[in-house]
Nanobody, 127 residues
Framework: QVHLVESGGGSVQSGGSLRLSCAVSGSTYSNYCMGWFRQAPGKEREGVAAIHHDGDTSYADSVKGRFTISQDNAKNTLYLQMNSLKSEDTAMYYC?????????????????????WGQGTQVTVSS
């Protein structure tokens, strides 16, 4: 069982930055992949960024060069550094985890196929 708790969301003006954190507890193994999904009102949940336990990463084209995913295994924490934020980045952001997949596949998975989710943290970018 894996428990995920996000923090760090908030409101920021366009061009600003935020860093999301996800505290991880429970049983995670070396084959776990973790990542961030987001869901805007009226839209489907989409994979934003993912990182495997071995460090491989994957990003959606819409955030490449602006967002950076990282993990601190000693602190059992996942991060998403978001720079140059745009109004279209406004969404609820969710931390997620799944075993046995790489970061590219993880990010493209249907959300119903992912086992572990956090409760979400809201990011609002005003123009």
């Amino acid at each position: 069982q894996v428990h995920l708790v996000e923090s760090g969301g908030g409101s920021v003006q366009s061009g600003g930055s935020l860093r999301l954190s996800c505290a991880v507890s429970g049983s995670t193994y070396s084959n776990y992949c973790m990542g961030w999904f987001r869901q805007a009102p009226g839209k489907e949940r989409e994979g934003v960024a993912a990182i495997h336990h071995d460090g491989d990463t994957s990003y959606a084209d819409s955030v490449k060069g602006r967002f950076t995913i990282s993990q601190d295994n000693a602190k059992n924490t996942l991060y998403l550094q978001m720079n140059s934020l745009k109004s279209e980045d406004t969404a609820m952001y969710y931390c997620a985890a799944e075993a046995g997949v790489g970061p590219v596949l993880f990010r493209l998975l249907d959300p119903s196929a992912i086992t572990y989710w956090g409760q979400g943290t809201q990011v609002t970018v005003s123009s």
